[in-house]
């Protein structure tokens, strides 16, 4: 039971380029969040999906595409990556409105230069 | 929109002391959430709070929520170094979905 698994680990970026954040959950669990962290603003939610085939957006979406692939992935694309999106970003997920608890991926640290 | 604010941000203290950390949110929730983060890792899970009154300790730590005050507590009994880390509290809301929104977290500092 590996939880949540992210790749990759860490990512260097020129502005300009793209690339996708991939999350994989083995719980079964209905809904799936794309979070990032930066020094001093705690945790905002970048997208989310309530549930297989929905996504939503959060507090920061811009610049950001996901796509919920089937129950257990949910990636994170960049199209055009900006060093305003240098962070660190965490996938979690939950059991939706019907359980409390949440699951965090390790996280994939990423760098636009 | 949601807003949940932590105090203090910064908090340094010494090995044997208590002290804890506040956390204040703007609209009702029926869910509250403390998270640890060590540096460079992900968040590990402290304490789910449920409803009004609810009471956790786990060793060293202990946390609170009152729901009419819209306010939750983790008080830190007799600080050890290991303690040293970032603090999140995170409150849900559900409606059509369930949504987590984090404070900007309280970094702890226990020195010897």
């Known amino acids: 039971n590996a939880g949540v698994t992210q790749t990759p680990k860490f990512q260097v970026l020129k502005t300009g380029q793209s690339m996708t954040l991939q999350c994989a959950q083995d719980?079964?669990?209905?809904?799936m969040y794309w979070y990032r962290q930066d020094p001093g603003m705690g945790l905002r939610l970048i997208y989310y999906?309530?549930?297989?085939?929905?996504?939503d957006k959060g507090e920061v979406p811009n610049g950001y595409n996901v796509s919920r692939l089937n129950k257990r992935e949910f990636s994170l694309r960049l199209e055009s990556a900006a060093p305003s999106q240098t962070s660190v970003y965490f996938c979690?997920?939950?059991?939706?409105?019907?359980?409390?608890?949440?699951?965090f991926g390790p996280g994939t640290r990423l760098t636009v230069t | 929109e949601l807003k949940v604010e932590q105090n203090p941000l910064f908090l340094s203290m010494q090995e044997g002391k208590n002290y804890t950390i506040y956390c204040n949110y703007s609209?009702?929730?029926?869910?509250l959430y403390w998270y640890r983060q060590d540096p460079g890792k992900s968040l590990e899970s402290l304490f789910v709070l449920l409803s009004n009154g609810a009471v956790k300790q786990e060793g060293r730590l202990m946390a609170s929520l009152d729901t009419k005050a819209r306010l939750s507590t983790l008080h830190i009994t007799a600080a050890v170094h290991d303690l040293s880390a970032t603090y999140f509290c995170?409150?849900?809301?559900?409606?059509?979905?369930?949504?987590?929104?984090f404070g900007t977290g309280t970094r702890l500092q226990v020195t010897l």
């Open positions: 999906s309530a549930s297989e085939g929905t996504t």
């Open positions: 979690a997920s939950s059991e939706g409105t019907s359980g409390p608890l949440w699951y």
């Open positions: 995170a409150v849900a809301y559900t409606g059509t979905a369930s949504k987590l929104t």
């Open positions: 609209t009702t929730s029926d869910r």
């Open positions: 719980m079964n669990h209905n809904s």
